[in-house]
């Protein structure tokens, strides 16, 4: 069975940082391209970060430059650096395969809040 389980959110305040972590369980981890999707309120879910297997990284434009992926094979774990957070970025972050097997399993994600 494939788990993923977010951890690391909370509220911050405008330009603040945090750093979310993604356990995987049920998958051989170094295999995969992960990603981190978010969902706010009234919006779709989006892919704002995927990092492949070699390392290889993608950004959604209204993240890049603020925003790192990064990943531990050995501790099988994924993570998202977020700096610079802006109101906008507040929402679910949920960590899974950056591809349609995604649809296998959602966590119950890790709410970011970035207000004054």
């Known amino acids: 069975q494939v788990q993923l389980v977010e951890s690391g959110g909370g509220l911050v305040q405008p330009g603040g940082s945090l750093r979310l972590s993604c356990a995987a369980d049920?998958?051989?981890?170094?295999?995969?391209?992960m990603g981190w999707y978010r969902q706010a309120p009234e919006k779709q879910r989006e892919l704002v970060a995927s990092i492949t297997s070699g390392g290889s990284t993608n950004y959604a434009d209204s993240v890049k430059g603020r925003f790192t992926i990064s990943r531990d094979n050995v501790k099988r774990t994924v993570y998202l650096q977020m700096n610079s957070l802006k109101p906008e970025d507040t929402a679910v972050y949920y960590c899974?395969?950056?591809?349609?097997?995604?649809?296998?399993?959602w966590g119950q994600g890790t709410q970011v809040t970035v207000s004054s």
């Open positions: 049920g998958i051989i981890f170094r295999l995969y391209t």
């Open positions: 899974n395969f950056a591809s349609n097997l995604r649809d296998l399993y």
